[in-house]
T-cell receptor
């Protein structure tokens, strides 16, 4: 069964304390891996798309990396405004509905 | 540049009723997808429309249906509402779908009582 698993489910950090969020996937024919940020009561906000193993993308304090089995979202020196739920999703060609398959997300809290 | 617009933002319906949700995609985007988000199941894919045709469908009962108009606007309909249909319904648009990525709207919060 195609799966996307995110860990940890929740993470509490002090401001400036760097960490990484994990997204592991078991799908056939990966066509793209997406990272989104979601604030309470809002829709997911696009962050990155990664297409092939070894690819990396950066935006401000965030950096996303991709291997053949997982992706990491590295957060460097986070600020309180980085607090949100971070969602990972994959698009794959191996059967199924061909929509995005999402993980359950990592709820990140950055304390001042 | 206007984003994805969903209406209404909030909706309360009674079991057994039906409901229609609306989504206006970003100008020029031809693909519109719908997702259901609940605390227990997370985000789940409902269906995708491209150029007025349903291109993909998730694993939801036939009570969930949708359509897309010639201007790419989309509607989603849920008939015979059940308590378990209470969720945030999200619409996402994309130029052509797939690898180009998706921009989400703020969603419609549906509560079934």
């Amino acid at each position: 069964e195609d799966q996307v698993t995110q860990s940890p489910e929740a993470l509490r950090l002090q401001e400036g304390e760097s960490s990484s969020l994990n997204c592991s996937y078991t799908v056939s024919g990966l066509r793209g891996l997406f990272w989104y940020r979601q604030d309470p009561g809002k829709g997911p906000e696009f962050l990155f798309t990664l297409y092939s193993a070894g690819e990396e993308k950066e935006k401000e304090r965030l950096k996303a990396t991709l291997t053949k089995k997982e992706s990491f979202l590295h957060i460097t020196a986070p600020k309180p405004e980085d607090s949100a739920t971070y969602l990972c999703a994959v698009l794959h060609s191996g059967g199924g509905a061909d929509g995005l398959t999402f993980g359950k997300g990592t709820h990140l809290i950055i304390q001042p | 540049k206007a984003g994805v617009t969903q209406t209404p933002r909030y909706l309360i319906k009674t079991r057994g009723q039906q409901v229609t949700l609306s989504c206006s995609p970003i100008s020029g985007h031809r693909s519109v997808s719908w997702y259901q988000q609940t605390p227990g199941q997370g985000l789940q894919f409902l269906f995708e429309y491209f150029s007025e045709t349903q291109r993909n469908k998730g694993n939801f009962p036939g009570r969930f249906s949708g359509r897309q108009f010639s201007n790419s606007r989309s509607e989603m309909n849920v008939s015979t509402l059940e308590l378990g249909d209470s969720a945030l319904y999200l619409c996402a648009s994309s130029p052509t779908g797939g690898e180009y990525g998706y921009t989400f709207g703020s969603g419609t919060r549906l509560t079934v009582v």
